[in-house]
Structures are given as structure tokens and as C-alpha cells.
């Protein structure tokens, strides 16, 4: 066994955080684009609809995230192993698999429509935009998810600076696109939603152009080589792959159906409060992405650490970047308390809508401190595939939500919303904890 000091860690730590934070961050800044151009639109209906399509999509793909979380933890394991078969195998048959996924959401996509307008409650106009929305973003769904799955593979590589680059084209794109749009051609949700479907396709030719030159330059075995192509089409391998990201699935589903249900219940408030939560959740979602960073570098570390078999080392990756992570969650709470009416004011001028962002901002200013230890855990568990222990725990952690929102919605409204939010994201983090001591069961 090989031990690590604490430098060489940090250093690779921060080699897969840095890349991995900014190309998190583009994925929310591209929410908070879209806020700013719909924001400063002449009615609210406009900023309501995308924030309920873009909601609608969240469930869908993240519904399916266990291709990019699965990937990665597998791939970590498999280059500690130095198991070139493998990692081309797992890399084809994500990609076959999320384009299959996609394609049946196509295919379904009328039946998924009315599923998701059969809960809404906003207003006909806002209705009637968001199903612009829907129509246009579903075609690039094969791309999106298959760009999960390259970028879960090199992730899992420790290729972060790749993935970086990748998110970094799709949303840079995706923003230029929709002010085009926009702003150019008089569009507004329906042009958000073409945008965001040429940025996801075209990303995944990069995506694709970098996994090829990953094997190539580190693999003696090509990616298509006739070893690696031989069985690739077999049911069992497709079976063994969805049921180790089975409980990954169950779990995401759990996680999503409350993310979505955050929205869904704002629209009982009426459109005010439900454009004034997006643009709240937006700068969530911006803290959610950048620590998540450290959670996937503790995903490469931790599944390395275990496919080399050294508890020590693996529990050093754990402190590290769990170190790194509470620190930066400080800077976002900081950063939300001195600047966030500044930036409510800057993503939209209806003031009904400031004037409602600003009195409930407290959330987003405490949230950082509380989600920290949740991302983190996440990262750990996912790099130690312990799907059965995260699925559980998000079971639990929903069923507290579901109790919290029965309870203290009709107490404290809109506060009673971010409440059970807020609680949701604690039982998250407690559920988990108490499992540790199983990862670095994993390693011995």
C-alpha cells in the first residue's frame, strides 16, 4: 500500500476542484442569464415560464443523473485498478444508453407534457409559454444526456480541465444564443428553449472529441477496438450497469421530485412569489454548483482511493476537501449578505418582484452553511457507488420535507416553503453521516 502525503492530495484535490467549480458555475450562471433577459421583460409571465420549464427539465435529466454520477464513481474505480477494457466499455454504453433514454423522452414527449402541466396551477399565460418551452428543449435531450455521460467518464478520468472546457462552450453558447434570440429576433421562452437545444448538441461533439483524445493519448487499447466492441451490445452488461445505478436513480428521483415540488407549491402564491423564488433558487443553485466542485474532486479521490485499496489515503482525500469546502461556504454566505439585494436588483427591474426576492433572501444568505454537508457527503458516497445508503437517506430526508411543508405551510406561507427546504437539506447531510464509517469499509 502506497501512502499519500497531505500535499500530493491537496494538490490533485485542487487539480479536479478548480476546473470542475468553474465549470459548475457556468450551468448557474446560465439560470441567472436567463432570469436577466426574462427579467427585463415587460411582465413577470415570461420570467415565470422559464423558471417552470427550465424546473420541468431538472426533473427530467436529473431523473437520469445517475448516468454522470454512476459514470464517475465507476470510471475513478476502474483507472485505480488500471482497467483499460473497462473504461471503454463504460464510456459506450453510457452513451448508448443516454442516447436511448433521450430518445424515448422525444418520443413521449405529449405524454410528459401533460403529466407536468396535469400539477400546475400558474396562469393560462404562463401555461401556454412554458409548453413553447417544453416543445422546443426536448429535442436536444439524446445530446444533454450523453454529455452527462462524457463528462462523468472524464471526470472519473481526473480529466476535470476537459470538462471545464465542455460546460464552459455549451453555457457560454447557450447565453449568446438566447440574447440572439431574445433580443435579436423578438423571441422570448420559445428562443430561451432553442438556445439552450443548439448549445447541448453542439457540446456533445466536444465532449465526444475529448473522450477520443483521452483514450488515445493515456490507453493502449482503442476506444473501438474490436476487444472493446466484441460483447458491447450485451443485455447482461446493460443489466449490471442500470442495476448498480439503481439505487443512484431512486435517489435522484427523490431528490428531484422535492426540488420540483419547491416550485410547484409557489405557484400557490400566486405569479409574484414564483418568479421572485426562481430568482432566489437561482442564486441556490449558484452555491449548490460551486461547492459541488469539491464534492466531485472528493468523488475521483475517494473512488481511486478505494480501487487501490488504502483507507488511510482515502480518508485523508475525505478531510481535504471537506476542509476546502466548509471555507468556501463562508465566502457564499458573505458574499449573499453584503451583495444580494445588489444582484436581485441587477437580474430584474419589476420592482413587486425585488421588493418580494429581498424579504426572503435570509434563506439564501444561511443555506451555503447548511448544504455544504450534504454536497460533500454526496461526493464521498457516489465515488464509493454506495448507492443503497444515499438512496435511503434521500428517502428519509423527503418524507421529513413532505412532513415540514404539511406542517408549516399553512403556519408561515412562503417562509414555511424555504423552511422545510432548508430542513430537507439538513436531513440529507445527518442520514449519510452516520453511514461513513461503511466507506472506509469499502477500501480495506
Excluded at 415560464?49 to 443523473?65: D, E, H, K, T, W
Excluded at 432566489?280 to 460551486?290: D, K, S, V
Amino acid at each position: 500500500m502506497t501512502y499519500i502525503n497531505n500535499n500530493t492530495i491537496s494538490r490533485h484535490m485542487w487539480q479536479i476542484a478548480v476546473p470542475a467549480i468553474l465549470a459548475n458555475l457556468s450551468t448557474p450562471l446560465l439560470g441567472l442569464s436567463d432570469s436577466f433577459i426574462m427579467g427585463h421583460l415587460p411582465h413577470e409571465r415570461y420570467l415565470a415560464a422559464v423558471a417552470l420549464g427550465a424546473m420541468f427539465f431538472s426533473i427530467l435529466y436529473n431523473g437520469v443523473n445517475f448516468l454522470r454520477m454512476g459514470t464517475t464513481g465507476l470510471a475513478a474505480q476502474a483507472h485505480g485498478r488500471d482497467d483499460e477494457l473497462s473504461l471503454n466499455q463504460l464510456v459506450i454504453r453510457g452513451c448508448i444508453s443516454a442516447f436511448s433514454i433521450g430518445l424515448l423522452f422525444i418520443i413521449c414527449q405529449s405524454l410528459l407534457s401533460s403529466a407536468f402541466f396535469y400539477f400546475m396551477e400558474a396562469e393560462q399565460s404562463v401555461l401556454s409559454l412554458t409548453g413553447q418551452y417544453f416543445a422546443i428543449r426536448i429535442w436536444g435531450a439524446p445530446f444533454a444526456l450523453m454529455n452527462y455521460v462524457a463528462s462523468g467518464w472524464l471526470l472519473g478520468m481526473g480529466r476535470a480541465k476537459q470538462v471545464l472546457f465542455i460546460h464552459l462552450y455549451m453555457n457560454i453558447s447557450n447565453i449568446l444564443l438566447n440574447f440572439l434570440f431574445v433580443y435579436g429576433f423578438d423571441m422570448t421562452a420559445d428562443g430561451v428553449a432553442l438556445g439552450t437545444v443548439l448549445s447541448e448538441s453542439s457540446a456533445f461533439l466536444l465532449s465526444l472529441y475529448f473522450v477520443m483524445g483521452d483514450n488515445k493519448k493515456y490507453f493502449k487499447l482503442p476506444l473501438f477496438d474490436r476487444q472493446v466492441l466484441e460483447n458491447i451490445m450485451e443485455l447482461s452488461a446493460f443489466k449490471t450497469l442500470f442495476t448498480l445505478n439503481r439505487d443512484i436513480f431512486i435517489r435522484t428521483m427523490c431528490l428531484t421530485l422535492t426540488l420540483a415540488s419547491f416550485i410547484l407549491l409557489g405557484t400557490r402564491f400566486g405569479t409574484e412569489i414564483l418568479a421572485a423564488n426562481a430568482v432566489l433558487m437561482n442564486l441556490q443553485n449558484l452555491t449548490a454548483y460551486g461547492l459541488d466542485g469539491f464534492a466531485q474532486a472528493a468523488e475521483v479521490l475517494v473512488g481511486k482511493q478505494i480501487g487501490k485499496k488504502s483507507v488511510a489515503n482515502l480518508r485523508k482525500a475525505v478531510i481535504i476537501s471537506s476542509k476546502w469546502a466548509v471555507y468556501t461556504a463562508f465566502i457564499f454566505s458573505g458574499f449573499y449578505y453584503l451583495f444580494g439585494e445588489a444582484i436581485i436588483n441587477l437580474l430584474t427591474n419589476i420592482e413587486t418582484i425585488r421588493t418580494i426576492s429581498n424579504e426572503y433572501l435570509i434563506w439564501v444568505i444561511i443555506l451555503p452553511l447548511l448544504s455544504i454537508w450534504s454536497f460533500q457527503l454526496d461526493g464521498i458516497f457516489i465515488g464509493a457507488t454506495a448507492g443503497s445508503s444515499m438512496r435511503n437517506g434521500m428517502i428519509i430526508s423527503a418524507i421529513c420535507y413532505i412532513i415540514s411543508i404539511l406542517v408549516f405551510m399553512p403556519l408561515w406561507g412562503n417562509n414555511g416553503l424555504w423552511f422545510s427546504y432548508a430542513l430537507f437539506i439538513v436531513m440529507r447531510a445527518l442520514t449519510l453521516v452516520v453511514k461513513y464509517p461503511e466507506i472506509e469499509k469499502r477500501a480495506l
